[in-house]
C-alpha cells in the first residue's frame, strides 16, 4: 500500500512540475536564474560590501613588523667610515600606525559606495528587464506558432472530411473529376504549409530554450502568455529614468571628496624593539617611540578648481542625456500606445468579416453535400476563411508583442 502512494505522489509531483513548464513565467524564471550577467552583478554588489569592510579595516591601527640588520665590517682600516655606518645597525620593531578618521570623510566615502551599490543594482534591475522582454517577444513568436499550426490541423482535419464527401459524389458524377483534383491540390497544400508551420514553431521553440539556456530539444504545448497592458508608472519612478537620480547624487559626492581632501590629516604612531649599533651597552638597547603627523595642503596648483569643473561637465553631461531620454521614452510611449489602438481596431474589423467568412463556409458545405456549389466557389470561400484566421492571429500576436513593449517601461 505505501508502494502504492510512493507511486501515486511521484506521478503527482512530475505532473504538476510538468505542467508549469509551458507558461511565460517558467521560462522568465529560468532565463533570470541562468544569466550570467545578472549573477555578475550580485558579485559586483557581494564586492562592494567588502570594499565597505576594507574602508573600515583601513582606519583601524595598523601593526607592522620590521627588521633591519647590517654590518659594513672594517678590514686592516679599510671600510666604511665608522662615523656614518656607527658600526652596524641592528633594528627590530613593532610598529602601530592610525590615522585619525574625520568623520565627513568617512561618510562620504561609505555614501560613495553606497551610490555605486544602488547603481550596480540598477543596472541589474534593467539587464532582468531586458532578458524579460526578450524571452515574452521570443515565448509569443513560438506561441503565435503554434496557434496557426494547430488552426491548419483543424483546418486540414476539416478538409480530409470534405474529401471523403467529395469523393463519393464525384463517383457518382454530380462533381467532374477535375474539380475533384483541384479540391486534392488544395488539400495538399493545407498539409505541405502544416510541415512548415511546424518547422517554424520548431525553431523559434528551440530559440525560446536557447535564451533561457535550457538544454532540452522535446517539443510541449505552450499556454496563452497572460499578458496585459500594465499601468506606467511616473516617469521621474522609473527604474531607467533612476539612474540618473543616483548619477546626480554621485557627482554631488565626489564634489564632497574634493572638498575633504584639502582638509588636514592626522596620524598617530608609535613603535617598540630593539635599535642599536652594538657599540655601547647592546643589551640596553631596547625602547619605544610614538608620535604624531599632520599634513595640511597649502598649495596644489589649483588643482581642486580643475575637478570642480570635471564635475561640472560631467552634470552637463548627464542632464542632456537626462533629456533626451525624456523625449523619447515620451515619444515611444505615444508611439507604441497608437500602434495598438490600430491593431485592436484592425482585429475588430477582421473579426467583423471572419463572421461572415464563417457563415459562407457553412453555407457551402451544405450546399456541396447535395452538389449545388462549384468546387471553385467553395475553394474560394475557404481561401478567404483562412486568409481572414491567419490575419486575427497574426495581429493578435502583434498585439501582444506591442503590450510587451510598452510593459518593458513598467518597472
Given at each position: 500500500?505505501?508502494?502504492?502512494?510512493?507511486?501515486?505522489?511521484?506521478?503527482?509531483?512530475?505532473?504538476?512540475?510538468?505542467?508549469?513548464?509551458?507558461?511565460?513565467?517558467?521560462?522568465?524564471?529560468?532565463?533570470?536564474?541562468?544569466?550570467?550577467?545578472?549573477?555578475?552583478?550580485?558579485?559586483?554588489?557581494?564586492?562592494?560590501?567588502?570594499?565597505?569592510?576594507?574602508?573600515?579595516?583601513?582606519?583601524?591601527?595598523?601593526?607592522?613588523?620590521?627588521?633591519?640588520?647590517?654590518?659594513?665590517?672594517?678590514?686592516?682600516?679599510?671600510?666604511?667610515?665608522?662615523?656614518?655606518?656607527?658600526?652596524?645597525?641592528?633594528?627590530?620593531?613593532?610598529?602601530?600606525?592610525?590615522?585619525?578618521?574625520?568623520?565627513?570623510?568617512?561618510?562620504?566615502?561609505?555614501?560613495?559606495?553606497?551610490?555605486?551599490?544602488?547603481?550596480?543594482?540598477?543596472?541589474?534591475?534593467?539587464?532582468?528587464?531586458?532578458?524579460?522582454?526578450?524571452?515574452?517577444?521570443?515565448?509569443?513568436?513560438?506561441?503565435?506558432?503554434?496557434?496557426?499550426?494547430?488552426?491548419?490541423?483543424?483546418?486540414?482535419?476539416?478538409?480530409?472530411?470534405?474529401?471523403?464527401?467529395?469523393?463519393?459524389?464525384?463517383?457518382?458524377?454530380?462533381?467532374?473529376?477535375?474539380?475533384?483534383?483541384?479540391?486534392?491540390?488544395?488539400?495538399?497544400?493545407?498539409?505541405?504549409?502544416?510541415?512548415?508551420?511546424?518547422?517554424?514553431?520548431?525553431?523559434?521553440?528551440?530559440?525560446?530554450?536557447?535564451?533561457?539556456?535550457?538544454?532540452?530539444?522535446?517539443?510541449?504545448?505552450?499556454?496563452?502568455?497572460?499578458?496585459?497592458?500594465?499601468?506606467?508608472?511616473?516617469?521621474?519612478?522609473?527604474?531607467?529614468?533612476?539612474?540618473?537620480?543616483?548619477?546626480?547624487?554621485?557627482?554631488?559626492?565626489?564634489?564632497?571628496?574634493v572638498d575633504l581632501s584639502y582638509k588636514p590629516k592626522f596620524n598617530v604612531f608609535a613603535d617598540a624593539g630593539f635599535n642599536s649599533s652594538l657599540a655601547y651597552r647592546a643589551y640596553k638597547n631596547f625602547g619605544?617611540?610614538?608620535?604624531?603627523?599632520?599634513?595640511?595642503?597649502?598649495?596644489?596648483?589649483?588643482?581642486?578648481?580643475?575637478?570642480?569643473?570635471?564635475?561640472?561637465?560631467?552634470?552637463?553631461?548627464?542632464?542632456?542625456?537626462?533629456?533626451?531620454?525624456?523625449?523619447?521614452?515620451?515619444?515611444?510611449?505615444?508611439?507604441?500606445?497608437?500602434?495598438?489602438?490600430?491593431?485592436?481596431?484592425?482585429?475588430?474589423?477582421?473579426?467583423?468579416?471572419?463572421?461572415?467568412?464563417?457563415?459562407?463556409?457553412?453555407?457551402?458545405?451544405?450546399?456541396?453535400?447535395?452538389?449545388?456549389?462549384?468546387?471553385?466557389?467553395?475553394?474560394?470561400?475557404?481561401?478567404?476563411?483562412?486568409?481572414?484566421?491567419?490575419?486575427?492571429?497574426?495581429?493578435?500576436?502583434?498585439?501582444?508583442?506591442?503590450?510587451?513593449?510598452?510593459?518593458?517601461?513598467?518597472?
Open positions: 500500500m505505501k508502494k502504492i502512494v510512493s507511486i501515486f505522489f511521484f506521478i503527482t509531483v512530475a505532473a504538476a512540475s510538468f505542467s508549469q513548464n509551458n507558461t511565460l513565467d517558467y521560462f522568465i524564471n529560468r532565463a533570470v536564474a541562468n544569466s550570467p550577467l545578472i549573477k555578475d552583478y550580485a558579485n559586483q554588489m557581494e564586492s562592494i560590501h567588502a570594499d565597505s569592510l576594507l574602508v573600515r579595516a583601513s582606519y583601524k591601527p595598523q601593526v607592522t613588523g620590521t627588521s633591519f640588520n647590517s654590518y659594513p665590517p672594517v678590514i686592516k682600516g679599510v671600510g666604511y667610515d665608522e662615523a656614518i655606518t656607527n658600526g652596524g645597525n641592528f633594528s627590530t620593531l613593532v610598529g602601530v600606525n592610525k590615522s585619525i578618521p574625520n568623520k565627513k570623510n568617512l561618510d562620504a566615502q561609505f555614501e560613495s559606495l553606497r551610490l555605486q551599490n544602488k547603481s550596480i543594482a540598477n543596472a541589474s534591475g534593467i539587464s532582468e528587464q531586458d532578458l524579460r522582454r526578450t524571452i515574452t517577444a521570443q515565448y509569443i513568436t513560438a506561441y503565435g506558432d503554434m496557434l496557426q499550426l494547430n488552426f491548419n490541423k483543424s483546418i486540414d482535419s476539416f478538409l480530409a472530411k470534405e474529401e471523403i464527401v467529395l469523393k463519393k459524389l464525384t463517383e457518382q458524377n454530380v462533381y467532374r473529376q477535375v474539380d475533384y483534383l483541384a479540391f486534392l491540390v488544395t488539400l495538399q497544400q493545407q498539409r505541405l504549409l502544416i510541415r512548415q508551420q511546424g518547422i517554424q514553431f520548431q525553431n523559434d521553440f528551440a530559440s525560446l530554450n536557447y535564451l533561457c539556456g535550457i538544454s532540452d530539444t522535446s517539443m510541449i504545448e505552450l499556454k496563452d502568455p497572460g499578458i496585459h497592458l500594465n499601468t506606467l508608472p511616473g516617469i521621474e519612478n522609473s527604474i531607467f529614468f533612476k539612474q540618473f537620480s543616483i548619477d546626480s547624487l554621485r557627482l554631488l559626492n565626489n564634489k564632497t571628496l619605544t617611540s610614538f608620535g604624531i603627523s599632520a599634513s595640511v595642503p597649502i598649495y596644489d596648483g589649483r588643482q581642486r578648481k580643475i575637478q570642480y569643473s570635471k564635475i561640472a561637465i560631467a552634470e552637463r553631461t548627464r542632464q542632456n542625456y537626462q533629456s533626451f531620454f525624456t523625449s523619447q521614452y515620451n515619444q515611444q510611449i505615444a508611439q507604441l500606445t497608437q500602434q495598438l489602438k490600430a491593431t485592436e481596431s484592425l482585429i475588430n474589423d477582421i473579426n467583423d468579416e471572419l463572421k461572415y467568412s464563417e457563415s459562407l463556409i457553412t453555407v457551402n458545405k451544405k450546399l456541396l453535400e447535395t452538389g449545388e456549389v462549384k468546387i471553385a466557389d467553395y475553394i474560394l470561400a475557404l481561401s478567404s476563411y483562412l486568409n481572414a484566421k491567419n490575419l486575427v492571429t497574426q495581429n493578435n500576436i502583434n498585439r501582444l508583442q506591442i503590450i510587451n513593449q510598452i510593459n518593458y517601461w513598467n518597472r
